[in-house]
């Protein structure tokens, strides 16, 4: 098995112990504990939401392509990071909300009676708006994911914080601070430090929820190019509401305006040739 | 004419300004003042007794007999301490549940029924509870729990005193504890349960992680409340100045004594400077208690802001 990120860590995988004892071998990440079918698939078929009796999302059908970015764009309040948040059901943590209509990652809807919340949202990589580390070490941080999901072994979580730091790019900044509290770094590290974190747990997507507009220009920058390289392997759904970071990174597009998909497409196509006026209002400056 | 109306209403107004500066600054002041004062006036009744003999005499030695002049504390602070102490191990435990089911489970109409009933707990005066004690909790222990102990109990024992004093800090805690975990914010319940993270997970490993120093702070704040709890108490743990050899033995609490005895047989020699020593003792745990809880919140903010 080759490892999966290989390809943009240069820094080979040191054992993490001793040289000599085998099992402390380089981290492989394995998928295929959920991973069902080669491609990461999720379809949405008429879904509604409420909120406290407010009709927030209308009638969403999509498709979200496998090893791409879809960047949602649309104007603050139009129901983008709800949309998000069906992905992984975290919008039913709160109350007051209903929805109907059908989910569908990876064939299997989610908010049908039988399906297993934490493995749902195991498979989705949540990055927030502000970066949330938890109230522990960096290296907690990144273990506790694993932990959860059962993994014991000091060698392999050893393996696997360094594997996550190192596709963030953070090994190099904090490996020699890795058991002190998360909360003192800086905030593009923070929020370097929860991509990793949701890394490893062996998501299939990463929905990201406007995760670089509480950042720096240098910090989003490291993100945006982070999610470049991350979606050779994972499904990218990004919610952002500047038009610009969609332009630069976005494969596909999906435009939202006051609850409802107006146009979805691959990015050259929405944003060269828009065929709603409404797009091209939002593309041009119109409103926003 | 206009420029000097102005000029006069100016100063008119940064009068008032100035006055009710001054006025809101003495009345806070005299709060302040007030914790001083009470405790200077408890430490200079008490030097009578403190001259007589040593403090290490007084606190460590159990004989309490006023009519030949021995005063010593510890019957009254063991007592203290064991009915303290119990109210709070049983009260740590249901409070935490009570207050992590309110803040991380309980749908909104289930906390529109809790959080009047805790407020009408928390409410009620103490000599309620004193009575109820006496009504229900002093006959179960008698009748019901202490044959299974010890041969003969009249229920009017420390874990009476403990289970009532436990029951009127049950409201504090709780509400302590919702505000505690309300602080923590939304997105870190968030991002722990998108890992994957079961609720009692995230709840056991991330909130109460987070807010360990706000519980301790909590405890030790009520502590100091239930260290002052008297009518109740008195009510319903026999009042013998004897250190407590089981739960089921009675004994006898300092505010207890206090109520019990100022203002009668006052006429012996030093036992009114006992008793003001009794109460500056209080006093001074009570004092200390607040200060650390207040030094652990004080870190709690420094730290996570």
């Not at chain 2, 100045?241 to 030093?270: H, R, T």
Request: charged share 20%; with cysteine.
């Amino acid at each position: 098995m080759k490892p999966i990120l290989s390809n943009f860590i240069s820094a080979k995988i040191e054992p993490f112990v001793s040289e000599n004892d085998e099992k402390s071998a380089a981290f492989v990440p394995s998928r295929k504990f959920h991973r069902k079918t080669e491609i990461s698939d999720i379809s949405v078929n008429g879904l509604d939401v409420y909120i406290q009796n407010q009709h927030i999302l209308k009638n969403i059908n999509l498709q979200i392509p496998d090893k791409q970015i879809t960047c949602i764009i649309g104007p603050s309040g139009c129901g983008k990071s709800t949309l998000l948040k069906t992905f992984n059901r975290l919008l039913d943590t709160n109350e007051g909300v209903k929805i109907t209509g059908q989910v569908l990652v990876d064939g299997e809807d989610i908010y049908s009676r039988h399906s297993d919340l934490t493995h749902i949202r195991r498979k989705m990589g949540l990055l927030s708006q502000r970066p949330c580390p938890l109230p522990m070490s960096i290296y907690e941080n990144i273990a506790y994911g694993c932990r959860i999901h059962g993994i014991r072994n000091k060698k392999k979580l050893n393996a696997i914080v360094e594997y996550y730091l190192k596709a963030a790019g953070l090994w190099e900044e904090v490996k020699d601070r890795l058991h002190t509290p998360a909360v003192r770094m800086s905030i593009g590290q923070q929020q370097r430090l929860c991509l990793a974190r949701g890394l490893a747990v062996e998501p299939q997507f990463i929905l990201a929820d406007e995760a670089t507009s509480a950042l720096d220009p240098i910090s989003s920058k490291t993100i945006e190019e982070l999610f470049v390289k991350l979606k050779e392997e994972y499904a990218i759904v990004l919610v952002t509401h500047t038009l610009r970071q969609a332009l630069r990174i976005a494969d596909y597009v999906i435009f939202m305006y006051m609850g409802e998909i107006i146009e979805a497409g691959p990015a050259q196509q929405v944003f060269k040739n828009p065929q709603q006026e409404l797009t091209q209002k939002y593309l041009s400056g119109a409103f926003s | 004419m206009t420029e000097k109306y102005i000029a006069s209403t100016s100063k008119w107004r940064i009068f008032k300004d100035r006055t009710a500066g001054g006025i809101m600054f003495s009345l806070t002041l005299l709060s302040i003042v007030l914790v001083i004062l009470i405790g200077l006036g408890l430490y200079l009744k008490s030097i009578p007794i403190l001259e007589e003999k040593s403090l290490w005499e007084l606190l460590a030695t159990g004989r309490w007999k006023p009519l030949k002049g021995e005063f010593g504390f510890l019957p009254f602070i063991m007592g203290t301490l064991w009915v303290t102490v119990i109210a709070i191990l049983w009260t740590l435990p249901v409070s935490l549940l009570t207050a992590i089911f309110l803040t991380e489970n309980a749908k909104s109409y289930v906390k529109k029924f809790v959080y009047p009933a805790l407020d009408i707990l928390a409410g009620l005066p103490s000599v309620v509870y004193g009575v109820w004690g006496m009504l229900v909790i002093v006959p179960f222990i008698s009748d019901k729990l202490a044959p299974h102990f010890v041969e003969y109990s009249t229920g009017y024992t420390t874990l009476a005193g403990g289970i009532v004093l436990g029951i009127m800090i049950l409201p504090l805690l709780i509400s302590l504890f919702v505000e505690i975990f309300s602080s923590v914010p939304k997105e870190l319940r968030e991002a722990s349960l998108s890992l994957g993270a079961t609720q009692w997970q995230t709840t056991k490993r991330v909130v109460l992680r987070r807010t360990a120093p706000g519980i301790l702070a909590a405890v030790i704040l009520s502590i100091s409340r239930a260290l002052g709890e008297t009518i109740a108490v008195l009510m319903v743990c026999g009042n013998i100045a004897k250190i407590p050899d089981s739960l089921f033995d009675g004994c006898y609490p300092l505010p207890a004594l206090l109520a019990n005895n100022y203002g009668e047989m006052l006429s012996l020699p030093l036992y009114e400077s006992a008793l003001m020593l009794a109460a500056l003792i209080l006093f001074v745990v009570v004092f200390l208690f607040n200060i650390i809880s207040r030094i652990i919140l004080y870190r709690i903010e420094k730290t996570f802001q």
